[in-house]
C-alpha cells in the first residue's frame, strides 16, 4: 500500500486548497446516490459541466461483496467475493479551473468457474470475446486489480478545455491444472474542448487507448493436458462454437489499440443542464503467439488473431436543480459490431452485434438536506445476435429490463441520517433463436456452453433489492457512512432449468462497507 501514499497525499493538498466557499446551490453529489451517476457523466465530457456549481467532495471506502450465483451463464464463477477500497473526488480550485479523480483497488476470490481462461467474464456481458483458451474443469481464481482516473477541465475566454487519463492494472490465476497466470495493463486518454456562446456550448473530443495482456499457462502436471482426460485438455476457441488447433497453448499475448472521437452540445439554464453527446470507437484486439524459439513479442509474424469493435452512441441527460426537487432523465443508444479474422486461415468466421436503448428518470423530492422521497426507473431494449460461419452457430435474442427503486430519510437530525432504499429488477426475453449445425465431430462448446447459456438469456428473471445508508457527521467538514444491501433474483420461467440441472436456488447477492467523506 506504501505505493499509493502520494496519491492519497495530493488528494489531501486539493482538498484544502478548495475549502473555498461553496456556492449556496451547489449539487452535492454525496446527498443521496441518485446523484452519484452524475460523477460518471463528469468524467464522460468535463467540459459541459464547467457551469455546473458541483460540491467539492472526497470519499474514501472500505467493502465487501459477495455474490452466490446458481442462475448465470456457463463462464461465470458459481460463487465470487470482493473486497474493495476506493477514493472518488472533485476539487473546484477556483472558478475556472476543476479537478477530479478516483482510485480504486479489488482482491477477487472466484470459485467454481469452468470453460474459461481468460480475465473475461460473462457475467455482465452475453460472450467472451471470440479467440481464447478453455478446459471443462472448473476452478478457483484469485485475481487483483485497481483503477486510477485522472481529469481536469479549465475555462479560458470563451473555450473550455478538459482531459481525462486512465491507467488500469490486473493480475488473476487460477490454482487447479491447468493454471494460467495473466497480467494485463490498461493506458487510456481522452482530450476535449468547447466553444461557448452564451448559454449554448458546441464540445469536440477524442480518446487512444492501449491494453496488453499477457498468459502463462502451467500445469503441475502435465500429462493431463492430452485427449485422453477431456476435463483438463485444453482447447482453443475461435468464434462462436468452433474449436481449432492453437500453435502457443503456454504462452501468447492480446495487444489492443483502442480509438474514437465524438462531439457534445450542452445547454446551461439557471436550472437546467442539458447536454448531448455521441461517439464512434473502433478497437483491434491482436493475439501474438510464439516464435521457432518460444518467445512472444510484438511482432507482425506472430500475429494469429484478431478482434475488431466498432461502437456508436449517443446519450442525452437532461438535469433540472429546484430548491424543493431535482430531476434527471438520460436516454443512452448504443450500437455495436464484432468480428474475428484468422491470419492463418486468411479469412473470418465470427460476426457479433448488439444495439441497446435504455431511457431512465431520477427524481428527488427533498427540505433541505433531507430526502422525502428519491424514486428512480429506467427501462432497456437489447437486441443480440451471434453468428459463426464455420461452428455453425446463429443465435439471437431480444429481451427488455425494467427496474425501479425508491429511497427516503427515515430518520433525520444533526446527529445522523438513516437512508432506506427498496427496489426491484425483471428482464424479459422478447424472442429468441438458435440454431446450430455440427461441423465437426466437437459439439463440446455448444452443448455446454452456447445452449445453457440461451436457455439463460430465455428465462424471465425477478430480482428484489434492499439498501440501508447509515450517516453520521464526526466533524463539521467529515461524515461517516456505513452501508449494507441485499439482492436476489429469481426465475420466473423453466428455460434454465429444463436445459440445465439448475435446482431452483435463486442468485444472492450481499454488500457492506464503511466510507468517509469531506
Given at each position: 500500500?506504501?505505493?499509493?501514499?502520494?496519491?492519497?497525499?495530493?488528494?489531501?493538498?486539493?482538498?484544502?486548497?478548495?475549502v473555498?466557499?461553496?456556492?449556496?446551490?451547489?449539487?452535492?453529489?454525496?446527498?443521496?446516490?441518485?446523484?452519484?451517476?452524475?460523477?460518471?457523466?463528469?468524467?464522460?465530457n468535463?467540459?459541459?459541466?464547467?457551469?455546473?456549481?458541483?460540491?467539492?467532495?472526497?470519499?474514501?471506502?472500505?467493502?465487501?461483496?459477495?455474490?452466490?450465483?446458481?442462475?448465470?451463464?456457463?463462464?461465470?464463477?458459481?460463487?465470487?467475493?470482493?473486497?474493495?477500497?476506493?477514493?472518488?473526488?472533485?476539487?473546484?480550485?477556483?472558478?475556472?479551473?476543476?479537478?477530479?479523480?478516483?482510485?480504486?483497488?479489488?482482491?477477487?476470490?472466484?470459485?467454481?468457474?469452468?470453460?474459461?481462461?481468460?480475465?473475461q467474464?460473462?457475467?455482465?456481458?452475453?460472450?467472451?470475446?471470440p479467440?481464447?483458451?478453455?478446459v471443462?474443469?472448473?476452478?478457483?481464481?484469485?485475481?487483483?486489480?485497481?483503477?486510477?482516473t485522472?481529469?481536469?477541465?479549465?475555462?479560458?475566454?470563451?473555450?473550455?478545455?478538459?482531459?481525462?487519463v486512465?491507467?488500469?492494472?490486473?493480475?488473476?490465476?487460477?490454482?487447479?491444472?491447468?493454471?494460467?497466470?495473466?497480467?494485463?495493463?490498461?493506458?487510456?486518454?481522452?482530450?476535449?474542448?468547447?466553444?461557448?456562446?452564451?448559454?449554448?456550448?458546441?464540445?469536440?473530443?477524442?480518446?487512444?487507448?492501449?491494453?496488453?495482456?499477457?498468459?502463462?499457462?502451467?500445469?503441475?502436471?502435465?500429462?493431463?493436458?492430452?485427449?485422453?482426460?477431456?476435463?483438463?485438455?485444453?482447447?482453443?476457441?475461435?468464434?462462436?462454437?468452433?474449436?481449432?488447433?492453437?500453435?502457443?497453448?503456454?504462452?501468447?499475448?492480446?495487444?489492443?489499440?483502442?480509438?474514437?472521437?465524438?462531439?457534445?452540445y450542452?445547454?446551461?439554464?439557471?436550472?437546467?443542464?442539458?447536454?448531448?453527446?455521441?461517439?464512434?470507437?473502433?478497437?483491434?484486439?491482436?493475439?501474438f503467439?510464439?516464435?521457432?524459439?518460444?518467445?512472444?513479442?510484438?511482432?507482425?509474424?506472430?500475429?494469429?488473431?484478431?478482434?475488431?469493435?466498432?461502437?456508436?452512441?449517443?446519450?442525452?441527460?437532461?438535469?433540472?436543480?429546484?430548491?424543493?426537487?431535482?430531476?434527471?432523465?438520460?436516454?443512452?443508444?448504443?450500437?455495436?459490431?464484432?468480428?474475428?479474422?484468422?491470419?492463418?486461415?486468411?479469412?473470418?468466421?465470427?460476426?457479433?452485434?448488439?444495439?441497446?436503448?435504455?431511457?431512465?428518470?431520477?427524481?428527488?423530492?427533498?427540505?433541505?438536506?433531507?430526502v422525502?422521497?428519491?424514486?428512480?426507473?429506467?427501462?432497456?431494449?437489447?437486441?443480440?445476435?451471434?453468428?459463426?460461419?464455420?461452428?455453425?452457430?446463429?443465435?439471437?435474442?431480444?429481451?427488455?429490463?425494467?427496474?425501479?427503486?425508491?429511497?427516503?430519510?427515515?430518520?433525520?437530525?444533526?446527529?445522523?441520517?438513516?437512508?432506506?432504499?427498496?427496489?426491484?429488477?425483471?428482464?424479459?426475453?422478447?424472442?429468441?433463436?438458435?440454431?446450430?449445425?455440427?461441423?465437426?465431430?466437437?459439439?463440446?462448446?455448444?452443448?455446454?456452453?452456447?445452449?445453457?447459456?440461451?436457455?439463460?438469456?430465455?428465462?424471465?428473471?425477478?430480482?428484489?433489492?434492499?439498501?440501508?445508508?447509515?450517516?453520521?457527521?464526526?466533524?463539521?467538514r467529515?461524515?461517516?457512512?456505513?452501508?449494507?444491501?441485499?439482492?436476489?433474483?429469481?426465475?420466473?420461467?423453466?428455460?434454465?432449468?429444463?436445459?440445465?440441472?439448475?435446482?431452483?436456488?435463486?442468485?444472492?447477492?450481499?454488500?457492506?462497507?464503511?466510507?468517509?467523506?469531506?
Amino acid at each position: 500500500m506504501m505505493r499509493y501514499k502520494p496519491e492519497l497525499t495530493l488528494s489531501l493538498i486539493l482538498s484544502y486548497l478548495a475549502v473555498a466557499a461553496q456556492e449556496k446551490d451547489s449539487l452535492n453529489l454525496m446527498q443521496n446516490r441518485i446523484y452519484r451517476p452524475q460523477f460518471d457523466h463528469l468524467k464522460t465530457n468535463p467540459v459541459q459541466y464547467t457551469d455546473l456549481p458541483l460540491a467539492d467532495f472526497t470519499e474514501t471506502s472500505l467493502m465487501l461483496s459477495s455474490r452466490d450465483l446458481n442462475l448465470k451463464r456457463t463462464q461465470t464463477a458459481g460463487q465470487i467475493t470482493e473486497y474493495g477500497f476506493a477514493t472518488d473526488g472533485i476539487f473546484n480550485i477556483h472558478q475556472n479551473l476543476r479537478l477530479f479523480g478516483s482510485f480504486n483497488y479489488a482482491f477477487i476470490k472466484e470459485k467454481e468457474l469452468a470453460y474459461n481462461l481468460t480475465s473475461q467474464r460473462t457475467e455482465n456481458n452475453m460472450i467472451l470475446n471470440p479467440n481464447y483458451l478453455l478446459v471443462p474443469k472448473a476452478g478457483d481464481w484469485e485475481s487483483q486489480e485497481y483503477k486510477v482516473t485522472g481529469g481536469a477541465s479549465y475555462r479560458l475566454s470563451s473555450f473550455d478545455f478538459g482531459a481525462t487519463v486512465n491507467y488500469g492494472n490486473r493480475s488473476s490465476f487460477r490454482d487447479t491444472d491447468p493454471r494460467p497466470g495473466i497480467s494485463s495493463a490498461d493506458y487510456s486518454g481522452k482530450a476535449f474542448v468547447g466553444f461557448n456562446l452564451g448559454k449554448h456550448q458546441i464540445s469536440f473530443f477524442g480518446h487512444l487507448g492501449r491494453k496488453t495482456e499477457e498468459h502463462d499457462i502451467i500445469s503441475v502436471n502435465e500429462y493431463i493436458n492430452a485427449p485422453s482426460f477431456p476435463d483438463t485438455f485444453v482447447r482453443f476457441s475461435a468464434g462462436y462454437g468452433r474449436i481449432i488447433n492453437f500453435p502457443s497453448y503456454s504462452d501468447f499475448i492480446y495487444k489492443t489499440f483502442d480509438r474514437g472521437y465524438g462531439a457534445g452540445y450542452a445547454f446551461q439554464g439557471e436550472h437546467d443542464l442539458i447536454t448531448v453527446n455521441s461517439g464512434y470507437s473502433k478497437s483491434i484486439e491482436t493475439l501474438f503467439t510464439k516464435d521457432a524459439g518460444g518467445a512472444v513479442y510484438f511482432e507482425e509474424s506472430l500475429e494469429n488473431m484478431k478482434y475488431r469493435l466498432k461502437s456508436y452512441y449517443a446519450q442525452v441527460q437532461w438535469l433540472r436543480r429546484g430548491a424543493e426537487k431535482d430531476i434527471i432523465t438520460n436516454l443512452d443508444l448504443k450500437s455495436i459490431t464484432g468480428d474475428n479474422y484468422s491470419v492463418p486461415e486468411q479469412g473470418q468466421n465470427f460476426r457479433m452485434t448488439l444495439d441497446r436503448a435504455e431511457l431512465s428518470n431520477a427524481v428527488v423530492w427533498k427540505d433541505r438536506k433531507r430526502v422525502l422521497l428519491g424514486l428512480n426507473t429506467s427501462a432497456s431494449y437489447s437486441d443480440f445476435s451471434a453468428t459463426d460461419l464455420l461452428g455453425v452457430t446463429y443465435k439471437y435474442i431480444k429481451s427488455f429490463d425494467l427496474q425501479f427503486a425508491a429511497n427516503r430519510d427515515l430518520l433525520h437530525s444533526t446527529e445522523f441520517i438513516l437512508n432506506l432504499e427498496a427496489g426491484a429488477e425483471a428482464y424479459i426475453p422478447l424472442c429468441q433463436s438458435l440454431n446450430y449445425t455440427a461441423a465437426s465431430s466437437s459439439d463440446l462448446i455448444f452443448n455446454n456452453v452456447i445452449a445453457p447459456d440461451h436457455a439463460f438469456e430465455s428465462t424471465t428473471k425477478l430480482g428484489p433489492q434492499l439498501t440501508l445508508n447509515f450517516y453520521r457527521p464526526l466533524t463539521a467538514r467529515t461524515n461517516l457512512r456505513i452501508f449494507t444491501s441485499f439482492a436476489a433474483l429469481y426465475a420466473l420461467s423453466s428455460e434454465f432449468q429444463d436445459q440445465t440441472d439448475y435446482s431452483g436456488t435463486p442468485n444472492l447477492r450481499f454488500n457492506a462497507g464503511i466510507s468517509l467523506f469531506y
